[in-house]
């Protein structure tokens, strides 16, 4: 885009420059033509309009080229959000794994009340995901791609249901243990696949 700017000003200010010279030398006279014939109005209009489209032109290249930085910058800070949630969860989950964590986080929860309606539960479930908000309007606005805010939904999904079944079947490792191995299935999945080099 850029190139073909400096082409487009160059070709305009050689054609100025070219008509201005031929003026100056007489060189209409020369062929023949009067200079007292040549119209300067439409001269002028056609080199201000030069102008303006020049100077069009330049502002156009700059601000696109502004609005490029920016969604740039925008999709670093979701790709680091996105690693940030990733890294969370996966410290969560390993915390979980520790008994007297695990036997906390089971005093603390109501297993009467449905999941939902549980704070405490829901504060496990949802603690790692502090830029969910963030990460859904990024990926609203196309700065991550579709496939990157699949994997995160899926690697939340995976996460919650390995902490929910972890709480609630505390006393059963294998439920929790298969939890776990999805988890990190999807996890690791994730990671190796999270695009740093563009959308």
Known sequence: MR???FVIILSCTAIISIYFCLDINNTFAGMGLSTQEINWDIASIVIGNLVVIGLYLITFSLLDQRIIEKDGNQREV????????YDQCKEFVTLFERPEILKSAVEKCDFSKNIHEDSQMMYYLEFPFEFHKQITEFACAGIISQKEFSDYIDVREAFKNHISMRIMFFDKNDLANQTKKDFLARFNRVKNSLNWGGA
Not at 78 to 85: D, I, R, S, V
Request: aromatic share 0%.
């Open 3 to 5: 190139k073909r700017i």
């Open 78 to 85: 979701a790709l680091l959000l996105l690693n940030k949630t």
